[in-house]
């Protein structure tokens, strides 16, 4: 199986939805209307409260995903029939006061002007929306401010959902009610007044707060004289190793083969990226940790939510479109499903003094028009 980046197969990134068994559309209690919203939670309520247990978990639901990341809050996703640019897209945090929000957002028709305003229909009827600032005006978004909880209901027992602006373009509701109870399961929230679907008389108090936060803390930084990404040479020592050889081979041509990045971590520690081939807008380096001059040279791990070693295909230390800023300590990838980047996987690793830890991992599947700023946030620290 074919990866795009450390730990994100390329198999999440494809583009037939595939039905999860026992979570169809069936399944899926019809919503009631939604309920007033809670009053605010005393302090004592509050620290009654369980926390909610949670990991990061990405699934599909016939045309809509549905994404929990490692803080508890949620996204569902649903997209346009036959890979158009179109999508909806609703996120709840964790916790007895959270309120859905919706954006939706699409591609107008080449020849279509931006529009002046954006509408979401279901079934006919239309749901008061507003130009989100952002949205762009060959790709406008909307936002569902006021009324998302009745958008919400019509959703998950709707048939036809339609966004209209300067053209118009169809989103599918097939697995909506399916992910959105998911959700409901996954933050705790099933038979309360708080739930996107199966409402019931469960107190609000009982939905669990959000659980804290893993805390990472850079390592402090160094002097760069002498690194970067610019007339730098793979150190010999780096080079005797085979797979070392083997990249620098695939990397021949001098567009690729002059991408070896490095940086000074501290006194003991360098960092080398060495290329490792190359695709129309996928640069593959693969990346060591070593001490002076490139001397013991050892792969880096990058793990991401799934961990190290289970990708079949690419090495934990590999990144795709990987850079180094010894500003931040951060190492970033982002694998590209397709040139202009509206799919894929995006990653950020921090230089902590002794190894790279991950801090944040989102991932779009569907190759829908969603800007990657956009995406679920499976994993992210403080």
Aim: net charge neutral; with cysteine; aromatic share 6%.
């Amino acid at each position: 199986m074919k990866t795009l980046s450390r730990g994100v197969a390329l198999s999440v990134l494809a583009l037939s939805a595939f039905a999860v068994a026992g979570c169809g559309d069936k399944d899926a209690a019809k919503a009631p209307a939604a309920p007033k919203a809670a009053m605010p939670a005393t302090a004592g309520a509050a620290a009654s409260a369980p926390v909610l247990q949670i990991r990061a978990e990405t699934k599909q639901f016939r045309d809509w995903s549905a994404t929990c990341g490692n803080d508890g809050t949620c996204w569902a996703f649903g997209f346009a029939p036959e890979f158009a640019a179109g999508w909806v897209r609703i996120t709840l945090a964790p916790g007895r006061d959270a309120q859905p929000q919706i954006l939706f957002g699409y591609w107008p028709d080449g020849d279509a002007k931006g529009p002046g305003q954006i509408a979401l229909t279901i079934d006919g009827r239309g749901f008061a929306s507003t130009l989100s600032p952002e949205g762009e005006p060959e790709a406008p978004i909307g936002e569902i401010r006021t009324d998302a909880r009745a958008a919400i209901d019509a959703m998950a027992q709707g048939k036809v959902m339609t966004i209209r602006g300067a053209s118009t373009q169809d989103v599918s509701l097939h697995g909506a009610a399916a992910a959105l109870l998911w959700i409901d399961e996954k933050q705790g929230r099933l038979d309360t007044t708080t739930a996107l679907i199966r409402r019931g008389d469960r107190p609000a108090a009982t939905v669990p707060v959000a659980p804290p936060l893993p805390t990472v803390t850079p390592a402090p930084a160094v002097d760069q004289a002498g690194f970067g990404d610019v007339n730098q040479t793979v150190p010999a020592a780096l080079r005797t190793r085979t797979e070392v050889g083997t990249c620098l081979k695939e990397s021949a041509m001098p567009a690729i083969s002059d991408m070896v990045m490095s940086a000074r971590l501290d006194a003991r520690t360098e960092l080398w990226g060495v290329p490792c081939g190359a695709g129309a807008y996928n640069v593959t380096h693969n990346w060591y940790l070593t001490g002076p001059g490139g001397r013991d040279p050892r792969p880096a791990i990058l793990a991401g939510t799934a961990g190290p070693g289970v990708d079949p295909v690419m090495a934990d230390n590999s990144t795709v479109n990987g850079a180094y800023d010894p500003k931040t300590r951060t190492l970033s990838a982002f694998a590209k499903g397709r040139g202009i980047g509206d799919c894929g996987s995006a990653q950020t690793w921090v230089w902590t003094g002794d190894r790279f830890v991950l801090t944040e991992e989102s991932t779009m599947g569907q190759c829908a028009g969603v800007r990657s700023d956009l995406w679920p946030v499976a994993w992210r620290t403080r």
